[in-house]
């Protein structure tokens, strides 16, 4: 199952200057694979509670560079669908991942995917839900639990703000300053919120985990990349002046919101009596 050797102008947005790209693809140009809020650790978290078998199907919103997918591969699911935006993003994805008859990347959004009624037990989204606006949030999860099956279960792992009694102000001050950094429009919830965006679809939450937002810090770089990969990207950041401008406004603001920013997942469940 190992990844396909690529070039960081195949990536999706590559063809953007870097001083406009979306921070998580210049971080994937310059070679970082784990881009979610909670690192490797909180995906295995995810994934571990997710209770994924040989017997499920799953259907993965945004595979994007394939970390988590080749995860779910390894667990050998019944079915695996990735979910892409457009047909580069859906053929660079499917590239990552091992030939097979039961494995395959299709082309749709989150929200309206393409795929039948009832085709999922297991549906898994990383790091797509806080870059979007509430209606298109609700509109993501309601075709998550399109997708799944009675009793299927639905898996989250966002950014999240913290703590739960957070002046507005402060938190909308939060959002001007990712969105500014990343260059995606950026809305994270607190952790009741997020559980209140599941259950107001219908989704009864089973689990929720927390851990430091902590995406570049050196030690997470190491624990996430490993440490030819953590010293690979440091070494792409010193040669570019321009992505070095990037990584480091996008450090400071996490650094400056350090008390304020978390990361959670969200496991919950289709109710059996669902039609």
């Not at 996008?250 to 920013?261: D, G, H, K, T, W």
């Amino acid at each position: 199952m190992s990844m396909q050797s690529m070039s960081p102008l195949d990536l999706p947005g590559s063809d953007l200057d870097i001083a406009k790209m979306p921070g998580h693809w210049l971080l994937a140009r310059l070679g970082k694979r784990v881009l979610r809020p909670g690192g490797l650790g909180m995906t295995r978290a995810l994934l571990d509670d997710l209770l994924i078998t040989s017997d499920d199907d799953v259907v993965e919103l945004a595979p994007g560079l394939g970390t988590t997918a080749r995860r779910i591969l390894e667990i050998n699911p019944s079915r695996y669908v990735g979910v892409e935006r457009d047909t580069k993003a859906a053929a660079w994805s499917e590239r990552q991942l091992p030939r097979a008859r039961n494995i395959s990347v299709v082309t749709g959004t989150a929200d309206d995917t393409g795929l039948p009624d009832a085709c999922a037990s297991v549906v898994i989204g990383e790091a797509m839900l806080t870059m979007n606006m509430a209606e298109y949030k609700q509109r993501i999860v309601r075709e998550a639990y399109r997708l799944l099956r009675p009793g299927g279960r639905y898996g989250i792992h966002e950014l999240c703000i913290i703590p739960e009694a957070i002046d507005p102000a402060e938190h909308q001050r939060i959002d001007r300053d990712l969105s500014s950094a990343i260059h995606v429009g950026a809305r994270p919830l607190r952790a009741p919120e997020w559980k209140s965006l599941l259950e107001q679809s219908g989704f009864q939450v089973t689990k929720v985990g927390h851990a430091p937002m902590h995406l570049l810090r050196p030690k997470r770089l190491i624990e996430d990349e490993g440490l030819i990969g953590a010293l690979r990207i440091a070494k792409n950041i010193l040669v570019s002046p321009k992505a070095r401008r990037r990584v480091l406004a996008m450090r400071a603001v996490f650094e400056r919101y350090q008390q304020n920013l978390n990361a959670i997942y969200v496991v919950a469940e289709k109710r059996q009596e669902a039609g």
